[in-house]
């Protein structure tokens, strides 16, 4: 399956809580191509469903669904509703949980195996789900049982380590943690305030230290280093180097997650997408047309007109450089998403809507 085309090179991660369909709507329009549900949505899936109901084209994920709270039999029956509905457009993420929140949290990986046999039985497809997978053990199981994982808060090198294991044909999609602000303390509060909890959850801090941090990165309210690598902080073209950083290590897919001190995560997403160049909707195009976005000039082509000009390699290059014809029609029509090179060579044209 090509990733890349389903569900685009870019998402957007969010607490299944805080996505409404005003902001599901406003995604799609920005360019991204999935929205992904965390904090553990329920298997009724019934918030994912209204998402779908509301947008044309946008994929949604879950992220994740935990499988302690959680009952199989009933998310494989909501997975078939919404599939007849919306086919191809709904991707299960599954994970186990955190042992400090789940007291019941014994044998994950063969608890995960029991649970994806439930799914079997009930028809759901293993490339229809994907598993967070921080150690080896759950990674080994998403090769043979999924169709990739979703690492998170990880770094591009844990992305390159899982495109090791999990071979070129399956999905990795980790997620970045992105602050938009200049200054770095003020942005490294905010992410601290985010990484708190996870600090306090031994899955997480092992994985950390499996990327290199040390104790001390991880202890308290972790280093500046864990900080700034972690949850990346700067200006739109930093953090969109961020995204790079994960697809030229062998992702397919990053999924954005984005922190403000306001709360408001529409006008960061809104520069990181400029700055990736993603197709703009016609009704997102004209109501930032309104004002300024930060990195685009107001004599700028519009969006029929502009081309993809990011690789992975380094920041944005030529976009028609090694382009066919039948790409650049593509690319002018706002139809080929994203051009660019993985590491391991495959990936050269993506995301044709």
């Known amino acids: 399956m090509d990733w890349r085309q389903r569900l685009g090179i870019v998402g957007v991660w969010r607490g299944v809580d805080r996505v409404d369909t005003a902001l599901a709507r406003t995604i799609e329009g920005l360019g991204y191509g999935t929205v992904w549900l965390g904090g553990s949505p329920g298997s009724h899936l019934r918030q994912p469903e209204a998402l779908l109901d509301a947008t044309e084209s946008l994929q949604v994920a879950t992220g994740v669904v935990n499988i302690w709270r959680s009952d199989p039999a009933e998310l494989a029956d909501s997975y078939h509703r919404i599939e007849a509905r919306h086919p191809g457009r709904l991707l299960l993420g599954i994970g186990s949980g955190h042992r400090e929140s789940t007291p019941a949290r014994i044998r994950p990986v063969e608890a995960m195996a029991r649970f994806l046999d439930v799914l079997d039985e009930h028809g759901v497809p293993s490339q229809q789900r994907v598993l967070s997978a921080l150690g080896p053990r759950m990674l080994a199981m998403a090769a043979t049982r999924s169709a990739g994982t979703i690492p998170y808060l990880t770094v591009p090198a844990q992305t390159a380590d899982a495109r090791s294991t999990l071979g070129t044909e399956a999905l990795v999609a980790p997620e970045q943690t992105v602050v938009l602000e200049r200054e770095p303390e003020a942005a490294r509060e905010v992410a601290r305030d985010f990484l708190r909890s996870y600090l306090g959850l031994t899955n997480y801090t092992t994985s950390m230290q499996r990327a290199g941090f040390t104790a001390l990165d991880v202890a308290d309210d972790g280093s500046d280093n864990l ?37 408001d995560i529409v006008p960061a997403l809104r520069e990181i997408a400029a700055e990736l160049r993603l197709p703009f909707s016609d009704e997102i195009q004209g109501s930032v047309d309104a004002g300024p976005i930060a ?30 014809d039948a790409h650049l029609r593509l690319l002018r029509q706002g139809r080929l998403r994203h051009r660019w090179q993985r590491r391991d060579g495959r990936g050269d044209c993506a995301s044709v809507r």
């Open 227 to 263: 900080i700034d690598r972690l949850v990346v902080h700067g200006d739109a073209p930093v953090l969109a180097a961020a995204v790079r950083a994960h697809l030229e290590a062998g992702a397919d897919h990053v999924c954005v997650q984005v922190r403000s001190k306001t709360g």
């Open 295 to 324: 990195g685009r000039s107001g004599n700028e082509t519009s969006k029929g007109d502009q081309l993809p000009r990011h690789t992975v390699s380094g920041l944005p290059q030529d976009p028609t450089k090694g382009t066919t």
